[in-house]
């Protein structure tokens, strides 16, 4: 896997332990974001029998995070909350080139970003909890995302060429590291 250009601070990870239900919250959006995110690159193309497959799996395994989330919403007494926009996968997009190959290829990398961000993040999670339910799901959220990572860049390598990748994803790493200095501290994913 690629290596982020920028950690997130130790702040961040005190933030969402000090409020808990607000990052649940949050997480179970972002779970149903990336299952959109899969059925949506699986129907704009139809005609790629990799990607429909791989898109059809990942959003199967995207629902059922965002039903494990709310199980854990539901037991802490909590509710959904209607979605907001995330800044950060907003910032990210408007780096998507114009271009039928440009765009799928940074619409691969910049997947496969987000997937690491958030392997990132439930991993600082994962191990400041103390041993628990939530210690084990946030272990295994964060393997998963390393897995969903991993699987976007396997992607591209299907059709774009090493050499390729590796230039655009060099950039698009500078890029998402600039974002997230920029972001607020606060209880959510990004």
Known sequence: M?????????????????????????????????????????????????????????????????????????????????????AYVNALRKHHRRGTDVYFLDRLLIAGIIESRGCERFGLIAQALPAGELKDFYAAITASEEKHSELFIELASHYFDKATIDERLDILLDIEADIVKTLPIQSTLH
């Open 2 to 86: 690629f290596e982020l250009r920028f950690k997130t601070p130790n702040a961040w990870t005190q933030c969402v332990l000090n409020d808990l239900d607000t990052f649940l919250i949050d997480h179970a959006a972002a779970e149903k974001k990336a299952s959109g995110m899969a059925m949506s690159m699986l129907s704009h193309y139809p005609d790629k029998p990799i990607i429909v497959e791989a898109m059809t799996d990942l959003c199967i395994e995207e629902m059922m995070h965002f039903r494990e989330v709310v199980k854990l919403v539901t037991k802490r007494g909590l509710t959904l909350e209607a979605d907001t926009k995330d």
